[in-house]
């Protein structure tokens, strides 16, 4: 079946520090790709929607300037959480759309910690 | 490894009817589980959170149960409607999240 790889699985940054979660669909092409946080004790919600070679769509509350998102090529996507802060700690999860039959792939998240 | 499995992979009801939709893991260890829906081209929506010290949650229609000894859930949607229509996936989470491959639901008019 489809997969999607999600690296890193977990990391610890200090306050103030950028952190970039890679999400790689491994043998389907991803025209679109999703990124969700969890936190704790709440549902996962979406943060953004991203189509290959344009600008993602923010969900209202996320900032955009904090959380980039890049989606360069069908087959990668990366978050990148700039300038992280104790409160940016959650469960961050991609998801890939497969154009084929447009089923939604999930890499397996990242738990971020920042100190 | 967790493992996640939903059944049935698909359902078609009449509108009105009552259904039941089944998610099973392998690992009781979890943090929660959570019921979402998808529809075509879109994210996911989620639908019900159920921490582990938790045995259901409840939202409009929607009922979800949690068994965690047996490694099961259930997601209980009442009077069905055209708007059900969705693929509705579930989700556990402990150190990562693992997904079903979800269950594809259409209410028939």
């Known amino acids: 079946g489809a997969v999607v790889s999600q690296h890193p699985s977990w990391v610890i940054c200090k306050s103030g520090t950028s952190v970039k979660i890679e999400c790689r669909s491994l043998?389907?092409?991803?025209?679109?790709m999703f990124w969700y946080r969890q936190f704790p004790k709440q549902s996962l919600m979406l943060m953004a929607t991203?189509?290959?070679?344009?600008?993602?769509?923010?969900e209202q509350g996320v900032e955009k300037d904090k959380f980039l998102i890049n989606h360069a090529s069908l087959t990668l996507s990366t978050l990148t959480v700039t300038s992280a802060h104790p409160e940016d700690s959650s469960f961050y999860i991609c998801?890939?759309?497969?154009?084929?039959?447009?089923?939604?792939?999930f890499g397996s998240g990242t738990q971020l910690s920042v100190l | 490894k967790q493992e996640v499995t939903q059944i049935p992979a698909a359902l078609s009801v009449p509108e009105g009817e009552n259904l039941v939709l089944n998610c099973s893991f392998t690992?009781?260890?979890?943090?929660?589980l959570q019921w979402f829906r998808q529809d075509p081209g879109k994210g996911l929506t989620s639908l019900l959170l159920?921490?582990?010290?938790?045995r259901e949650q409840t939202s409009g229609r929607l009922n979800a149960s949690l068994d965690k000894s047996s490694g099961r859930s259930t997601l209980y949607i009442a009077a069905s409607q055209p708007g059900d229509s969705a693929t509705y996936l579930c989700?556990?989470?402990?150190?990562?999240?693992?997904f079903g491959a979800g269950t594809r639901l259409t209410v028939k008019p």
């Open positions: 690992d009781s260890a979890i943090y929660n």
């Open positions: 991203s189509n290959e070679g344009s600008k993602a769509t923010y």
């Open positions: 998801s890939g759309l497969r154009a084929t039959n447009e089923k939604l792939f």
């Open positions: 043998d389907f092409q991803a025209t679109t």
């Open positions: 989700a556990v989470h402990n150190n990562d999240m693992r």
């Open positions: 159920i921490q582990s010290s938790q």
